[in-house]
């Protein structure tokens, strides 16, 4: 099962929103409503942002939105803010019962 | 508070086995599902194998097939994952990650657990 393709870094100045995508396949992404999106910031453990392509667990942000089209699914940060700076990995079910990560994106905070 | 607390660093030579262990508190331990994750230095996440709420089934990744054993104790609600035959590449920080049943998605994790191989 390779790694699902995610942008290696994106960046964005205060209050921008930015988007970034996570793109695999028909027998991952595009084949279920089980894409995450995970935060991870330096020596930490990753944190859950969003889970089946676009809910939000309680104490998330409104500011952090997913979404997925055919084989991509998106994660989109609105109103930058410093502490958004970390990494980011999609993560999705498969076809064959396992689960599989993004290739993971460095998010910069200009 | 509901937490999962992992065992110490670790260091093994080539060759040798690992057990890591994952005590959960502050929840049904029997109502989840269990996720192994391992992080190489810097680089990305990479999915090892899930354990069933009732313990009885798991699921591996293709690459740690042979090499992975997922297991639980009940009585102490600590879930553990056993790597044989280690390798340098094995060098990582291993996280444990519940998931609600029905949920492809892990709300809690672990704080990790480094894991160093070494001659």
């Known amino acids: 099962q390779s790694a699902l393709t995610q942008p290696a870094s994106v960046s964005g100045s205060p209050g921008q929103s930015i988007t970034f995508s996570c793109t695999g396949t028909s027998s991952d992404v595009g084949g279920y409503n089980s894409v995450s999106w995970y935060q991870q910031h330096p020596g930490n453990a990753p944190k859950l942002m969003i889970y089946e392509v676009s809910n939000r667990p309680s104490g998330v942000s409104n500011r952090f939105s997913g979404s997925k089209s055919g084989n991509t699914a998106s994660l989109t940060i609105s109103g930058l803010q410093a502490e958004d700076e970390a990494d980011y990995y999609c993560?999705?079910?498969?076809?064959?019962?396992?689960?599989?990560f993004g290739t993971g994106t460095k998010v910069t905070v200009l | 508070q509901v937490q999962l607390v992992q065992s110490g660093a670790e260091v093994k030579k080539p060759g040798a086995s690992v057990k890591v262990s994952c005590k959960a508190s502050g929840y049904s331990f029997t109502r989840y599902y269990m996720h192994w994750v391992r992080q190489a230095p810097g680089q990305g996440l990479e999915w090892m194998g899930i354990?069933?709420?009732?313990?009885?089934?798991?699921s591996y990744a293709q690459k740690f097939q042979g090499r992975v054993t997922m297991t639980r104790d009940t009585s102490t609600s600590t879930v553990y994952m056993e790597l044989s035959s280690l390798r340098y590449e094995d060098t990582a920080v291993y996280f444990c990650?519940?998931?609600?049943?029905?949920?492809?998605?892990?709300?809690?994790w672990g704080q990790g657990t480094m894991v160093t191989v070494s001659s």
């Open positions: 990650a519940r998931a609600p049943s029905g949920l492809d998605a892990s709300d809690i």
């Open positions: 993560s999705s079910y498969t076809s064959s019962s396992t689960y599989v």
């Open positions: 354990m069933n709420p009732s313990g009885d089934r798991t």
